[in-house]
């Protein structure tokens, strides 16, 4: 079997199949984890858990389960039963949950076996995984898949880090921003961060419950399609007739673009229309514009109650002022302190505000227009989906630089609008770069509540374009 190919639908019919058993897929992945000890990919790895519940599948006469015995990996801000959920950040290195998140029930009771929890950006507050407080390597930072001087992105770092290494070949991140689909475009993986409300958001810390989910993670579009089926229940998708599908296109998602991301972006635009995809050039005036009254107002006075709240659940008796006290990245810390402890926001001119009024004003005002201008702009275009690059960079270097303010703004500048309007958004690996030889995205973004349409056109799409080959280092 080639394990660098291996993907979580292949996996499952080799299981049911006979051709393979639980516990040699498990004892792999959790060698090729040991192994990529330097990319930092985990906080926990769980190996007496791990084998002992890929022996209980592989002694079980019912193999029809639809992940049964098949290794993935949990990012370390989801609860999980008797591992312990740091969410990236000291204070909470030894809460031990004594339940699984009902994301992470659905999964194990679909026969998934949870190999580790996967290291993120601090408390989830960033793009890069450049992140202090944890590494299993020589340098702190989660690393890029194909090239360990890189970022792997944030904040799901770990989980698309270890896909792109082809450890395992799905699992779970969050995303309140970007956080599923900024690491899973530079590790050469496949995404879907769903509409606000389609997972349920219990037993994970939280940033903001306006704008978290929890969202699959996996080596193709068919693969994040059977985590999400598993999770959200429903039929099998069938992939799309491309010939049937409209996309419009924003030009100014297409500024500030790196030369091999540009390529390879508008390489993939003419793949999809030579394969009967009618794509379109729209206008969405004033996008950035409410998108910036929504983005930092909502989820930085939103972070202070829903951490409170998840503190008093995880009963550690931790108070957000000593959380924020042990934190270790000094971009979060900069954060904590200046503006989610004191509840502030910088206005116009610079200075520090009380957060309330623009908080009242970006939830009660420019969200709802943000998300009237989406839905307008689908229905006006008659359109399934609208196609970017995830981001507009290759990876970069992974240094306390990377978790700049600048950086963040950079990696999220696509990724940021469809968050804060809560619709739907699908990542998909279309080729490794033509000087960097890294990998680069595309994203479709589609009407809410339109999830299983994009999936379908994703796993049409996933022939269109392909695998990316696996790194050098698997």
């Given at each position: 079997m080639d394990f660098d190919q291996l993907t979580l639908t292949q996996a499952v019919a080799d299981l049911r199949a006979g051709k393979i058993t639980s516990t040699a897929l498990t004892t792999e992945a959790l060698a090729r984890a040991t192994a990529n000890a330097d990319l930092n990919a985990f906080v926990t790895l769980d190996e007496a858990g791990a084998l002992k519940a890929a022996a209980a599948f592989d002694a079980n006469d019912n193999k029809d389960k639809p992940l049964g015995g098949v290794p993935i990996v949990i990012k370390d801000n989801i609860e999980v039963a008797g591992l312990p959920c740091s969410a990236g950040t000291p204070a909470l290195k030894h809460y031990v949950p004594r339940g699984d998140a009902p994301v992470v029930a659905k999964?194990?009771?679909?026969?998934?076996?949870?190999?580790?929890?996967?290291?993120?950006?601090?408390?989830?507050?960033?793009?890069?995984?450049?992140?202090?407080?944890?590494?299993?390597?020589?340098?702190?930072?989660?690393?890029?898949?194909?090239?360990?001087?890189?970022?792997?992105?944030?904040?799901?770092?770990?989980?698309?880090?270890?896909?792109?290494?082809?450890?395992?070949?799905?699992?779970?991140?969050?995303?309140?921003?970007?956080?599923?689909?900024?690491?899973?475009?530079?590790?050469?993986?496949?995404?879907?961060?769903?509409?606000?409300?389609?997972?349920?958001?219990?037993?994970?810390?939280?940033?903001?419950?306006?704008?978290?989910?929890?969202?699959?993670?996996?080596?193709?579009?068919?693969?994040?399609?059977?985590?999400?089926?598993?999770?959200?229940?429903?039929?099998?998708?069938?992939?799309?007739?491309?010939?049937?599908?409209?996309?419009?296109?924003?030009?100014?998602?297409?500024?500030?673009?790196?030369?091999?991301?540009?390529?390879?972006?508008?390489?993939?635009?003419?793949?999809?229309?030579?394969?009967?995809?009618?794509?379109?050039?729209?206008?969405?005036?004033?996008?950035?514009e409410l998108n910036g009254q929504v983005s930092f107002p909502v989820v930085?006075?939103?972070?202070?109650?829903?951490?409170?709240?998840?503190?008093?659940?995880?009963?550690?008796?931790?108070?957000?002022?000593?959380?924020?006290?042990?934190?270790?990245?000094?971009?979060?810390?900069?954060?904590?302190?200046?503006?989610?402890?004191?509840?502030?926001?910088?206005?116009?001119?610079?200075?520090?505000?009380?957060?309330?009024?623009?908080?009242?004003?970006?939830?009660?005002?420019?969200?709802?227009?943000?998300?009237?201008?989406?839905?307008?702009?689908?229905?006006?275009?008659?359109?399934?989906?609208?196609?970017?690059?995830?981001?507009?960079?290759?990876?970069?270097?992974?240094n306390p630089d990377s978790s700049s303010l600048e950086n963040f703004a950079l990696f999220i500048q696509n990724t940021d609008p469809g968050s804060n309007a809560g619709i739907p958004g699908i990542q998909i690996p279309i080729a490794l770069g033509t000087r960097s030889k890294l990998p680069i995205g595309l994203e479709l973004d589609g009407p809410a509540g339109s999830d299983r349409r994009l999936l379908a056109i994703g796993m049409a799409l996933d022939a269109v374009f392909g695998r990316l080959p696996p790194p050098r280092h698997s």
């Open positions: 999964l194990r009771a679909a026969g998934a076996v949870i190999i580790g929890k996967t290291s993120m950006h601090e408390l989830a507050f960033g793009i890069s995984g450049y992140n202090t407080a944890f590494k299993t390597g020589a340098e702190f930072g989660v690393r890029n898949a194909y090239d360990r001087a890189l970022i792997a992105g944030g904040s799901s770092s770990g989980t698309g880090t270890a896909i792109g290494a082809r450890i395992v070949a799905g699992g779970l991140g969050t995303d309140t921003g970007g956080s599923v689909r900024v690491p899973a475009a530079l590790n050469g993986c496949a995404s879907l961060r769903p509409t606000i409300g389609r997972y349920p958001q219990d037993g994970i810390a939280p940033l903001s419950h306006t704008r978290d989910t929890a969202g699959p993670m996996a080596a193709t579009i068919a693969d994040v399609a059977l985590l999400d089926r598993v999770i959200t229940g429903g039929d099998t998708i069938a992939p799309a007739d491309l010939n049937q599908v409209r996309i419009g296109i924003v030009k100014a998602t297409l500024t500030n673009l790196d030369a091999d991301t540009d390529a390879a972006f508008q390489a993939a635009v003419s793949k999809m229309k030579a394969q009967g995809v009618t794509v379109i050039e729209i206008e969405m005036p004033l996008l950035a930085l006075y939103e972070a202070y109650d829903d951490m409170v709240a998840y503190l008093r659940h995880t009963g550690t008796g931790l108070s957000i002022v000593a959380l924020a006290a042990e934190i270790s990245s000094a971009d979060v810390k900069g954060t904590y302190d200046g503006l989610v402890i004191p509840r502030k926001l910088p206005a116009p001119d610079g200075t520090l505000v009380d957060a309330k009024p623009i908080y009242d004003a970006a939830i009660n005002t420019a969200r709802p227009a943000l998300q009237a201008l989406y839905s307008r702009t689908f229905a006006d275009n008659r359109l399934d989906a609208i196609a970017f690059p995830t981001t507009l960079r290759v990876a970069i270097a992974s």
